[in-house]
Structures are given as C-alpha cells and as structure tokens.
C-alpha cells in the first residue's frame, strides 16, 4: 500500500465491531505478568507505547517500545507528573471511529489512534496504610494521569479496550489471537466495567483518607466493597447473597482465616461468626463462646480451651445444637472430641492439631476455620449498618468501663471474687441484643435474656434459661433498670451482685432493693445496647 493511502485509510470510519487492535498504551504500577502480555501484543503485531518505569522494563525484556512523548510531541515533565495529559493523547482514545466530524478532526490534528489501553495505577492504598508514612509521600501516590486515561479508554469501549488488572491479560491475549486482533463488544463492555469499578475504588480510598484526617462524620462518606465470597443463599433459601469486605479496612471477619474442611459458608454463619469472634476478643485467658442466630447461648473463660468450651456449653445444651463456636485457642485432640460429640455448624480457632483435625473431619458438613489473624481491627473505622435507601453510621462499640470508673451504690461492697464475676458479666453483656440480661457464675454464662421488649422479661427468661441453681450467681444488664421488679426477681433466684449502667429516675427504689437483699451493686454510667 502507498504511504499516502495508508494515511488516508487510517481515518476512515469504521463500526465498533470492526476495530483491530493495532496500538497498545501500556503504562503500569503493578507489573505482574506485564513482559509476558506485552510480547504477546507484539507478536501479534501491535505497537507497544509507554511511559516511565513500564518502557524501561519492556526494553529491557528485548520489546520494541514507542514513547509516549514521541507519540504527543510533548516531553515528560515535572518529574513525572505530567506525562500523558495531552490532547493527541487523549484525541487517540477518545475519538468515535464511526464519526466522520470526530475522524476529521483526528486526520486535521494528526492524531494517532490508541486501541487498548492497559493501564493500573500508583499504590496509593498501600502507601497510605503504611505505619510511620507521611503525608507527601502519599499524596505523591494519587495517581492523575492513569485514572484519565482508564476513564477515556472506559467511556469509549467501543472502539478502545481498557484493561486494569493482570489478571484479564490472558483472556484478552486469547481473544484477540482468536478473532484477528479484534475483541468483542461483550468482552469490551465488561472490561469498561471493570475499569470504572477500578478508579472508582481508587478514588474511594483517597477521599477516605482526607476524610479520616478531617472530619468524622463528612457530609459525604464514600466506601468500597470487593466480592470476598459467593454465599449459597442470604437469611433464607430465595435470597440472593454474597459477601463482600470494604476496601482499606485493616481486617475483616473472614480475613487471614482458611476453611479447612465442611461445607461452604452460609450468610448465617458469617453473621454468628462475627458476633463469636467479637465475643471472645474481649478475653486474653482462654475462651469460648457459642453463637446462635447472632446471639451468645454460651460464654466461659477456663484454665484450658477444653475447660471455656465445656462450661460454655452447659449454659444451653439446646441452644447450643447447631451453633457457631468459637476459641480464641488452638484445638487439641481432646477438644475435637467434646465438640464432635455435639453438633456444630462451624468451628473457628487458632490452630488445629493433626490429630484433632482428622477427629473433627469425621463431620463432613462442619465447617472448620483455621483462624490466622493477628490484628486488631481498625479501632476508628466507624460501624455502618444498611436501612431502608440510606447507612447508619456510628462509632464502633469497642471501650468498656474500668474498674476505676465504676460506682459502688450498695451498701454492700463486692467482694474481689465477685468483682471477677461482675467484669466477666459486663464484658459478655456487650455482645447479646438489647435488653440484655446476664446471669453468670465460675466466669461463664448460666442465663441469657436478650432481644426481649422489656428488661424484667429479659430477667425472667435468664432465669428461666438456667439449668442450675442461681446462688451465688451475678447479674449484669446493658440498660439501666426502670423500676426494681428485674433486680428482685434476679435476687429472689439467688443472685448476689449486679452490675449496670444505672441513670434511671427510680435508681433510689432499685438501690434499695439491692440493700434489702444484702446484695452489692455497682454502676457504670455508661449503657450498652446492640440492636
């Protein structure tokens, strides 16, 4: 072909379905897989154009690489900063090849049409999650130039094909070795998706991060979800479900956990998985609880995790049937043992023995979950919860009161031993839906009252719950008492201490109650509802 009628075909309209892929823009942070995908681009005969860091390797790697300079005109500047934000840049992504006013003006400005763009982005996420960095440091890592080109290349699929993650490279490779260069509309239109999801990600995480150093509610709060799981089912068998975690955050409930045997997860084992993980991290000795329908049935500390899981299991053998239990502790041979006497929906700790891992594989549908996970949660990131077209937001309930900070209002001081017994109430209290009503003894739970409409019914279903004397045992509440027929009825079954937030207009009536009994009672001022 003569050099002018290949001047003149270049701009010729074309349809969508038409277009070969003859060029390549390819500038990337991430370059996993990046040699491997751009040879293959070169052996099928695209030209490859780039920039920076990804031109050198590619060189470097023996492939023919065009700068971008060359291609605009125009040089790199400002140490990098400014690079690809130029017109015959942008004109070649974004012009409609089917329109002859866009292909005109493409032919009049000598534009160079870009037909796939594969483009990732500076790590910003994890340069501002670094401990100790600073803030010129991250800011420098907000990508410009990348999230132009991806949303340009993005908009006009049609004709141009954004790839953003390492991981379509071989499908795209595949497709185009196929089909002589071209990709189809479908895959095109999936890509885009892709690549709007991608910045809008990007995006998210550097609005939050100015967020966190400002405000603490914004006025307008942005958050990112990526898919973690695909769930069988949501509450019930006709809903649709899936889990997701948000970007940024430090862990989640199902993170550096590995399923080592059962079944897949279901909606309502993520539920009671993250209530029983909750649960247990407010201890450092060993600890069980069992979860079920996002309620603790069963809570004990012990000398061993064999010790937390028996007395944590005795609070409610029947609630207990078909429950989520979790240690805090590694499972040894004898353990697996008492849990597989019963039965158990799933199993999370910290380490299982070989031996105890064969006895619990015996149960081919328990799920059991390796639990790897040394972090903390991000102790600032607030609680959001979904209602009707909009988001709760609140702080997370994590602080509990201090000895220090509570009130003896009885006549009776709690003795040390009940001390003991009154924090292991309240830490548990937290964790059970409002009106929550704890009865314990030995450091584990013997009655549980919760999600009652009334705190003198959630006293009476503690006490009805209970499979032993209550002599001896302590109550906590997470509100205060409105009159004193709750503490009474506790007293009467034979508790000794309570503990609550106090603040109600008859405390005078409930402390009197409390005195009459001999019994001690100690205030926090600060209630705990989990609705």
Request: negative net charge; contains cysteine; aromatic residues 8%.
């Amino acid at each position: 072909m003569e050099r002018g009628t290949e001047h003149l075909s270049r701009f010729e309209p074309v349809a969508p379905g038409e277009v070969q892929v003859t060029r390549a823009l390819i500038s990337v942070s991430d370059k996993t897989g990046l040699v491997e995908f751009a040879r293959g681009l070169a052996e099928l005969g695209i030209e490859l154009v780039s920039t920076g860091g990804t031109a050198r390797e590619l060189t470097a790697a023996g492939l023919q690489v065009r700068q971008v300079s060359e291609l605009t005109g125009f040089p790199e500047i400002m140490d990098g900063r400014v690079k690809t934000l130029h017109p015959k840049l942008y004109g070649g992504i974004l012009a409609l090849r089917d329109d002859h006013a866009h292909m005109r003006q493409a032919e009049e400005n000598d534009v160079e049409f870009v037909d796939l763009v594969c483009v990732n982005l500076y790590p910003f996420e994890r340069t501002a999650a670094r401990r100790g960095v600073g803030d010129p440091e991250v800011i420098e890592n907000i990508d410009i130039g990348g999230p132009s080109m991806i949303r340009a290349a993005a908009k006009n699929f049609q004709f141009v094909a954004p790839v953003v993650t390492p991981e379509s490279y071989d499908a795209v490779l595949a497709e185009l070795r196929e089909f002589d260069r071209r990709l189809s509309s479908t895959t095109r239109e999936s890509l885009a998706a892709e690549a709007f999801a991608y910045t809008a990600r990007y995006d998210t995480a550097i609005a939050r991060w100015f967020q966190e150093k400002g405000a603490d509610f914004p006025a307008l709060m942005v958050r990112a979800f990526e898919k973690v799981l695909e769930l069988p089912y949501g509450e019930n068998p006709h809903q649709r479900a899936a889990y997701y975690s948000q970007v940024g955050t430090r862990t989640h409930v199902l993170s550096m956990i590995s399923q080592l045997g059962g079944k897949e997860l279901s909606y309502n084992n993520l539920l009671d998985l993250d209530a029983g993980r909750l649960t247990i991290s407010e201890f450092q000795i060993p600890a069980c609880a069992i979860i079920k329908h996002n309620n603790p049935c069963g809570v004990a500390v012990g000398k061993t995790a064999l010790e937390a899981y028996q007395k944590a299991f005795e609070c409610d053998p029947m609630s207990a049937y078909g429950g989520v239990v979790c240690l805090n502790r590694r499972v040894d041979r004898a353990m697996a043992e008492a849990i597989v006497a019963q039965f158990a929906e799933v199993i999370f700790a910290r380490g299982y023995d070989e031996d105890a891992l064969a006895v619990l594989e015996s149960k081919p549908n328990m799920r059991i979950l390796d639990d790897r996970e040394r972090r903390n949660p991000d102790m600032i990131d607030p609680a959001l919860r979904q209602v009707v077209g909009g988001m709760l937001v609140q702080d997370r309930d994590y602080d509990l009161e201090e000895r220090s900070e509570m009130q003896v209002v009885s006549q009776r001081v709690p003795t040390e031993a009940e001390w003991g017994e009154l924090s292991f109430a309240w830490k548990v209290c937290k964790h059970v839906r409002s009106n929550a009503v704890i009865l314990c003894r030995d450091l584990k739970t013997v009655g549980i009252g919760a999600g009652q409409m009334s705190r003198v019914d959630s006293v009476r279903l503690a006490i009805e719950k209970a499979r032993s004397p209550l002599q001896g045992a302590v109550l906590a509440s997470d509100a205060y008492f409105p009159f004193a027929d709750g503490p009474q009825l506790a007293l009467q079954a034979g508790a000794i201490a309570i503990i609550q937030p106090g603040g109600s207009i008859r405390d005078p009536e409930v402390v009197e109650a409390v005195d009459a009994a001999g019994a001690a009672m100690v205030f926090t001022s600060r209630r705990h509802f989990r609705h």
